[in-house]
């Protein structure tokens, strides 16, 4: 019987013999934490990866989950407007590699926009320890304008607007006609959903008309994403995926999704 109980803040580990115990169990997991990897519950649940991978597909064809390389993430996960602190505890590791990666890209004496969430908040560390000389940073989020509020050789511009709590940024009419009025070398967007009819999106209308403004006054666009936000839609659609430069992401990306973006032209830089 699949368990009820939570021990240590997890489903308590047992054996599970039957496909609807470990299917109801895994849907527990997801409810939890958003996102799951075959490896960990087939460890947790004493079974092959063959056995978990075929449980994903039969709860993806009904429908209950969408497939990633190596796990699956709740079919809802996107249509929810996670707050920042949330975002910030999923998939970790992957955002820290992929701001790593896009740091690389930014040269002394440039600006570059970096707008709200977990992945640039990220970024705006990296560019931090790396201490370049004379970069701008222009950001509707309190939280990076903040982590920055030391950086050495870096100077912050923080675009006015409506503060939305969720995701300490600045939205509304406010934030977009201050970006009407500046330039960007490179602009780092965040996304929440890459879906290959509609392109990037996110949960929030407002966010979306921001990440808009943002583009039209930048150089380049570079987007920042760990690969489960791939076959993913949302409520808002940003921009098409040809209308930006390189997508940053990790190598687990399944490798349907990789061909998908190399046909539209776009740049895709794979990092482990």
Same mark, same amino acid.
């Given at each position: 019987?699949?368990?009820?109980?939570?021990?240590?803040?997890?489903?308590?580990?047992?054996?599970?013999?039957? @496909?609807?115990?470990?299917? *109801?169990?895994? &849907?527990?997991? !997801?409810?939890? $934490? %958003?996102? #799951?990897?075959?490896?960990?519950?087939?460890?947790?649940?004493?079974? @092959?990866?063959?056995?978990? *991978?075929?449980? &994903?597909?039969? !709860?993806?064809? $009904? %429908?209950? #989950?969408?497939?990633?390389?190596?796990?699956?993430?709740?079919?809802?996960?996107?249509?929810?407007? *996670?707050?920042?602190?949330?975002?910030?505890?999923?998939?970790?590791?992957?955002?820290?590699?992929?701001?790593?990666?896009?740091?690389?890209?930014?040269?002394?004496?440039?600006?570059?926009?970096?707008?709200?969430?977990?992945?640039?908040?990220?970024?705006?560390?990296?560019?931090?320890?790396?201490?370049?000389?004379?970069?701008?940073?222009?950001?509707?989020?309190?939280?990076?304008?903040?982590?920055?509020?030391?950086?050495?050789?870096?100077?912050?511009?923080?675009?006015?607007?409506?503060?939305?709590?969720?995701?300490?940024?600045?939205?509304?009419?406010?934030?977009?006609?201050?970006?009407?009025?500046?330039?960007?070398?490179?602009?780092?967007?965040?996304?929440?959903?890459?879906?290959?009819?509609?392109?990037?999106?996110?949960?929030?209308?407002?966010?979306?008309?921001?990440?808009?403004?943002?583009?039209?006054?930048?150089?380049?666009?570079?987007?920042?994403?760990?690969?489960?936000?791939?076959?993913?839609?949302?409520?808002?659609?940003?921009?098409?995926?040809?209308?930006?430069?390189?997508?940053?992401?990790?190598?687990?990306?399944?490798?349907?999704?990789?061909?998908?973006?190399?046909?539209?032209?776009?740049?895709?830089?794979?990092?482990?």
């Amino acid at each position: 019987m699949v368990p009820e109980t939570v021990k240590g803040g997890r489903p308590e580990k047992r054996t599970h013999r039957f @496909s609807e115990e470990r299917r *109801r169990y895994i &849907l527990q997991c !997801l409810d939890r $934490d %958003g996102s #799951v990897l075959v490896s960990d519950l087939a460890k947790e649940l004493v079974v @092959s990866a063959v056995t978990i *991978r075929n449980d &994903l597909k039969a !709860l993806a064809d $009904d %429908g209950l #989950v969408f497939r990633t390389h190596g796990g699956a993430v709740k079919t809802d996960f996107t249509l929810i407007d *996670r707050t920042l602190s949330e975002k910030q505890k999923l998939f970790a590791e992957a955002k820290a590699t992929i701001a790593k990666k896009a740091v690389t890209y930014v040269r002394e004496g440039q600006s570059i926009i970096l707008d709200s969430g977990s992945t640039t908040t990220e970024i705006a560390r990296v560019l931090k320890a790396r201490r370049l000389e004379q970069v701008t940073v222009i950001t509707n989020a309190i939280n990076i304008a903040i982590e920055l509020l030391d950086a050495t050789g870096v100077k912050v511009i923080l675009t006015g607007g409506i503060l939305r709590r969720e995701s300490a940024s600045l939205v509304g009419p406010l934030a977009e006609h201050g970006l009407r009025r500046l330039t960007a070398d490179i602009f780092f967007m965040g996304v929440d959903g890459v879906d290959s009819e509609f392109g990037f999106m996110t949960p929030n209308l407002a966010e979306a008309g921001i990440n808009q403004q943002m583009i039209k006054v930048s150089r380049e666009v570079i987007v920042v994403t760990d690969p489960s936000k791939f076959g993913r839609r949302s409520l808002a659609v940003i921009c098409p995926i040809e209308q930006v430069r390189r997508i940053i992401t990790t190598s687990q990306l399944d490798v349907e999704y990789q061909r998908g973006v190399e046909a539209t032209g776009v740049e895709l830089i794979l990092v482990e």
